[in-house]
Each structure stands twice: as structure tokens, then as C-alpha cells.
């Protein structure tokens, strides 16, 4: 059944040929359930010329806009999935503002699902699929005072982008898939940064290889909100 949402976009990042977006769809009085728009294709990955308004410009992270949805997709575990309908513009009502990011983040405080799985460059950043039952929400949003974000060469040479952090009292390091973040440090040397005061969508990507893994969808600061797409490094180390 078609429908509309009015959503704020709180990531949209890189997946396989095309992009995940996701975000919280704005009820009254506040923001409601996690929504993450996806297409028919084989992993729901959904192509740049759908995430545009009418203008042409892009969605980017914190607007606020309208899509037209044709309703819930069923998933293993990503309950909040829902197919896109192609055939309409998304129309942007606004941007969010840094205290509302903050509320949304005090509202979501959760642990990041099942720990003690690790990939061989990872920590904490994936779960077999076996232990993930359904349905699962999949979606995180969490405040890091500081992380490390790191660039370095892994299997057969290829170059990763990851976000080291502690939350909760628990290790973390994750790839990150947010295009802005991976395009800064894939233009630099092997090196680490380190990141102060950032609000981090965590999601769990689609099924691979028997696990899902934790990834960061978007990282926002600051700087990021305000000056329309710039995120800041700071120490390097």
C-alpha cells in the first residue's frame, strides 16, 4: 500500500553498486520508529537518481523530506525496511538542528546488539546469523565523545576505513560506509585521526558470508551540520 513519510535522514552511505538510506520518520510531538527505504534489487541497495528532490540535489545527512513508500519489506532482520517508489521525488522540508540530534540519541540509548565476534581487522563488529533472530532492530544512533577514525590497507591490499570507539564499556571497531567519511581518508596516507564530540548511525549490514556486520552508516558533527557536508579531523597520530 503506498504511502508517505516524513522522515530526517541520519545516514547514506555506500552500498554495494548503490546507497542506504535511513532515518527516523517525525510524528507529532517528536521523532517515532527507524525507517530504512530500500528497492527490489537483490540487496536492496538503492541507485543515486532515487535519492534526489525535484531540483536534482541530493539528500543529505539531517535534511528533512518527504518519501513516498510502497510499504513494509520483509527482511531477516532488518525490521524497519521499506521498498521505495521509484516513480516520485522526495520533496525536503528542512534541516534538523544539533539538540535534535541530541534528543534522538538520548531516546535510542541501547547496547549494540550481541558482542564478543570479531573479524580479523575488526573488534566487536559482527554477529552470526544464527544468533540474530528476528525481528531485529537494526539501527543505532549513539554519542561518542571521542573515536579514532583509522585508514589501512587489509585483505589483498585493499584500503578501510574504520571507527575505533568505546561505548558502554565495550571495544568497538567498525567499518565505516558513509561516502563523505571514506572520500576524506581515501585520499590520504595510512593514518589515524582522532574525532571529538560525534552522534554515529550504527547499522547492521545485509548477510555475509553467515554474519551481519556492524557498520558506521554516518558520522555527524558539528561542523558537519553546520557548514553543509564538512566533517573535521583533528588530531593526527
Not at 76 to 81: A, D, G, R, V
Request: net charge neutral; proline share 4%.
Amino acid at each position: 500500500m503506498q504511502e508517505t513519510k516524513r522522515l530526517v535522514c541520519l545516514a547514506n552511505s555506500q552500498k554495494y553498486n548503490g546507497y542506504c538510506l535511513a532515518g527516523k520518520e517525525i510524528v507529532s510531538g517528536g521523532f517515532g520508529d527507524w525507517i530504512r527505504p530500500v528497492s527490489a534489487e537483490e540487496h536492496g541497495e538503492i541507485k543515486q537518481g532515487e535519492l534526489i528532490y525535484e531540483d536534482g540535489s541530493p539528500i543529505t545527512v539531517c535534511d528533512t523530506f518527504i518519501i513516498t513508500l510502497k510499504g513494509h519489506s520483509r527482511h531477516p532482520y532488518q525490521s524497519e525496511n521499506y521498498l521505495i517508489d521509484g516513480g516520485y521525488y522526495c520533496k525536503k522540508t528542512g534541516k534538523i538542528t544539533w539538540q535534535d540530534i541530541k534528543e534522538i540519541a538520548t531516546y535510542e540509548k541501547r547496547d549494540l546488539w550481541l558482542n564478543g565476534f570479531s573479524s580479523n581487522n575488526g573488534e566487536n563488529d559482527r554477529i552470526p546469523l544464527s544468533r540474530l533472530p528476528y525481528p531485529e532492530k537494526s539501527l543505532r544512533l549513539i554519542y561518542l565523545p571521542k573515536a579514532i577514525i583509522s585508514y589501512h590497507k587489509e585483505y589483498k591490499g585493499e584500503r578501510k576505513c574504520r571507527l575505533s570507539f568505546s561505548y558502554q564499556g565495550i571495544e568497538y571497531r567498525l567499518v565505516v560506509t558513509d561516502p563523505e567519511v571514506r572520500g576524506l581518508t581515501f585520499e590520504k596516507e595510512e593514518e589515524s585521526y582522532e574525532l571529538q564530540e560525534a552522534y554515529c548511525c550504527i547499522s547492521l549490514g545485509e548477510p555475509l558470508n553467515g554474519y551481519a556486520y556492524k557498520l558506521v552508516a554516518a558520522i555527524i558533527t558539528k561542523e558537519r551540520l553546520n557548514n553543509g557536508g564538512i566533517v573535521v579531523y583533528y588530531r593526527s597520530f
